[in-house]
């Protein structure tokens, strides 16, 4: 199991950054299309807001770019080299692919956006006692 307070785990499973303590999404399944980009406004135990200025999350843009890109290889490296499909086979599976993974793919790039400007604080329930 990922360790609590990782960034792969916060990033596997859309888990606040900060606290690892929830999900940032109102629902966790990103194939529930009418609430892909739902997100909470904060964490309900560290009280981070999630969307640290206006238009935050346009930055996963290029996150989801480079994801889809990786997607797409390993796609055709399966299809073409490990199963010798033909080209437009191959190129199917990368359409077909890119197309399943699109939900998992905007959560993925959302969560390691954010996870690149917040770390995880083993002691916020300290600092929030202070505040």
Known sequence: MLKKGSKL???????CPKCAEESMYVDKN?????????????CS???LKYSLEPSFFYGAMYVSYGLGVAFAVAAFI???V???STLLTS???IVVTLIVL?????????NIWINMFITYDKNWKAAQKTT
């Not at 785990?9 to 888990?15: C, D």
């Not at 990103?30 to 904060?42: A, D, S």
């Not at 699109?102 to 959302?110: H, I, K």
């Open 9 to 15: 785990n916060s990033i596997l499973t859309g888990s």
């Open 91 to 93: 190129f199917i599976a």
């Open 30 to 42: 990103p194939y529930n299309l009418g609430n892909i980009f739902k997100m909470h406004e904060r």
């Open 102 to 110: 699109m939900p998992v793919n905007m959560r993925l790039s959302r």
């Open 82 to 84: 490990f199963l010798s």
């Open 78 to 80: 399966i299809s073409y």
């Open 45 to 47: 135990h560290c009280d």
